[in-house]
């Protein structure tokens, strides 16, 4: 036997084995199946009353009374805005990506003791930070709000948005910078403010740069963060890991590429958190609510320090389906010994093509939102 040779055989015999898997799975009627299954959402869901009222024309509301204008919108090609004015009693979200984003944000406030303290990172125009108002008043929580963002428009709209939803400013620190690894100024691209929610560093608008160390020095706790910053999260996570470990209770972040997403993974087992929600970018993939489509990935980690043993016990973890996981080591081992471009490749992808479909992001998807 060649030097090489046992390296090479059991790749080739982990790949076979993953091709297996994955026909044997199939051939058991492990499908993605579309029915009209009625789902039951999330139990922290009953924690919280459903709002009803008047919606003024121009805006637009979800189940807890926040409200948001339309015109935040108003140049975007999926969304449709209602101008008249009517009485509604929004339903729970859907099931889409930002599911889990209500789950966080809902279990965060309802574990919160004394104060509910929140900080938004890539703020937008704050529509969760309203929510973190209003979820925190229902259940009589006082609460610390820090929104940061550094697109113009986005946070003039930011405070106008905290204002028609009669969050209380002195209750919130709002931040017109960039957060990044370290404190001073840096580029950042701007514009198209109604069109395009996507602006990141690297423009050529200089702003302030503030570090989440920064933020979180005048705190002694903070109960979420909730961060999209549009491909900067590992660099500003992995410069507060201190300030992470000792203040934060958990951590919910969108990421934006499978090279963000692992190394983020790697940041927090390493410091030992637990994971609450994994789902990788640009894949659909079974959950408890369906199949979703995840244009962004999502993480979620809870940190033990800061979190009761019943709230460690009593949460599941969920991510990507261990049909995808299958997938996706499959691919790696393949990319390996079959590169793109050869033959070898070719014939990998053929087999394979019919099964990964039902991952990957439905086309009109990738049309509609890129």
Not at 157 to 181: E, S
Not at 207 to 222: G, I, K, M, N, Q
Not at 225 to 237: K, N, P, S
Not at 314 to 336: A, C, E, F, K, P
């Amino acid at each position: 036997m060649l030097p090489g040779q046992p390296t090479q055989l059991f790749v080739r015999t982990c790949c076979i084995v993953a091709i297996h898997l994955i026909i044997w799975t199939e051939s058991n009627g492990m499908r993605a199946v579309v029915s009209p299954r009625k789902y039951r959402h999330h139990e922290v869901f009953e924690g919280f009353r459903r709002w009803s009222g008047q919606v003024p024309s121009g805006f637009d509301a979800d189940f807890l009374g926040s409200r948001y204008q339309t015109a935040y919108f108003a140049f975007t090609p999926w969304f449709t805005p209602q101008p008249d004015a009517r009485y509604e009693t929004p339903s729970y979200p859907l099931f889409d990506e930002q599911y889990f984003e209500w789950i966080d944000l809902l279990e965060a406030v309802k574990s919160a003791r004394g104060r509910f303290t929140m900080f938004e990172l890539g703020a937008g125009f704050g529509c969760w930070t309203a929510r973190a108002a209003a979820a925190a008043q229902q259940r009589n929580l006082p609460y610390s709000l820090v929104a940061v963002e550094a697109e113009p428009t986005h946070f003039e709209w930011l405070k106008q948005n905290l204002q028609d939803n009669g969050v209380m400013l002195a209750d919130c620190r709002l931040i017109h910078a960039a957060v990044t690894g370290k404190d001073g100024r840096i580029g950042f691209s701007a514009g198209n403010p109604a069109g395009w929610y996507g602006q990141a560093i690297g423009g050529t608008t200089e702003v302030e740069a503030v570090s989440l160390t920064t933020l979180l020095r005048p705190l002694d706790r903070a109960d979420l963060i909730d961060m999209d910053v549009q491909g900067a999260e590992f660099e500003i996570l992995s410069a507060a890991i201190n300030s992470l470990s000792e203040k934060v209770k958990r951590v919910h972040v969108e990421t934006h590429s499978e090279q963000l997403h692992t190394s983020i993974l790697r940041l927090f087992r390493g410091l030992g958190w637990k994971p609450r929600f994994l789902y990788m970018s640009n894949t659909a993939d079974k959950t408890p609510w369906g199949r979703i489509i995840f244009q962004g990935g999502i993480q979620s980690w809870l940190n033990p320090r800061l979190c009761s043993k019943d709230e460690l016990r009593y949460t599941r973890t969920l991510q990507n389906s261990m049909m995808w996981r299958t997938l996706n080591l499959g691919r790696r081992v393949i990319d390996r010994i079959a590169p793109p471009g050869t033959l070898r490749r070719r014939a990998f992808k053929a087999t394979l093509s019919r099964v990964g479909n039902k991952y990957r992001r439905d086309p009109e998807d990738v049309l509609r939102r890129g």
